[in-house]
């Protein structure tokens, strides 16, 4: 890992009777990947020490309860991630799929550097003692934690875990290596974006296992579903060229964030995509830009910015990124999601002229 992080501070951290490993909302194979590799680290670190009177009995009574006092939560998972554990029959870990799960005294938040990412009782959650393992760039999430573990130079949450393991040399058990595998070929989107730390990560976790599988589980056709939306944000896109970029702003009332990456594929520069969460009269638009772009305009920082100015949440990589915002019942939901896409163009206007 290329940001020095503190090995023995971690290893403390994990040293509990009960933690709960937290990730986003829609959880993706990184996500996923990496708690399951912090979850095999905390039972390793906390497994009792066998003396060889104990019986075969006591062993498996004491195992099984320490593996029930950890536990992986998200308020749902992604299709391909749930594709990938039902391959993983071995893996034996249960996903906890939940709106505000209880709080113990640790949380660790899992490839999640934004609080908008995940339904928990904030006051709980701040409470506790709060760790982030992450790979996206910090946001006031960041300053609530007592422990860090943040690189945006690595791809994945999944290579940042996997450094970790092998900084400890811990080499995991086949199923565990590849979740860890699956987070990030994921991320790399099929290695096109790995870099040299990540084939070195690769290559410790990769014994005995067949890399095919890997991009096999995550080879799952899109749903239908996901498709009609697709095709539906395409339906509805307006362009507009500012400082030469070709923008566009687009709606989905589902896979906003995979409907940006499509307007991308097929030739934006940035793309906007909003969705609105009527039951929770909740705003949500999600950004995506071109590498080169991003080297002049980060994602991230963007909807950062655009958050605080209306009081929302928001963050992100340099490529990608989202934000949460409400709207009162004064306004209405055009009348909302019209102010905020102008917000966020004078944004992009002003942050591209300050550039020049």
Known sequence: MNNKYNIEKLKESLKSDEILFLCHHNADPDAIGACIGLRFLAEHLNKPKKSKQIVEDK???????????????????????RNMLEELPSLNYDIEIIEYPNIPEKVFLVDTSSINQ?????????????????????TELSTKCDFLIVNEESTSTCEMVTRILKDINLFPPKSVRT????????????????????FKMITWLI?????????YLLSQESE????????????????????????????????EASCAKTAVSIGADLALVTAVRKRDRQIRISSR????????????????????????????????AG????????TSKDEAVSKIIKICIDTIKEKLNSNE
């Open 118 to 138: 995940i339904t928990v009782n904030e006051e709980k959650l701040y409470k506790s003692f709060l760790a982030m393992v992450d790979h996206h760039k910090k």
């Open 224 to 255: 239908k579903g996901k498709r009609i939306a697709h095709l539906k944000a395409c339906s509805r896109m307006q362009i507009e060229e500012i400082n030469g970029l070709i923008v566009t702003i687009s709606n989905a009332s589902s896979y």
């Open 59 to 81: 062993i498996k009574d004491e195992k099984s309860q320490i593996i029930g006092k950890y536990k992986i939560s998200a308020n749902s998972i992604s299709k391909i991630s």
């Open 207 to 215: 014994k005995d296992l067949n890399f095919q599988r890997i991009l």
């Open 323 to 330: 934000l949460n915002a409400n709207w009162d019942k004064t």
């Open 289 to 320: 830009c071109r590498k080169s772009v991003s080297k002049k305009l980060h994602m991230g920082e963007l909807m950062e910015e655009v958050a605080h100015k209306i009081n929302g949440q928001g963050g992100g990589h340099a490529e990608a």
């Open 179 to 198: 979740a860890l595998l699956c987070g990030i070929a994921y991320d790399t989107k099929h290695l096109k974006l790995a870099s040299e730390e990540t």
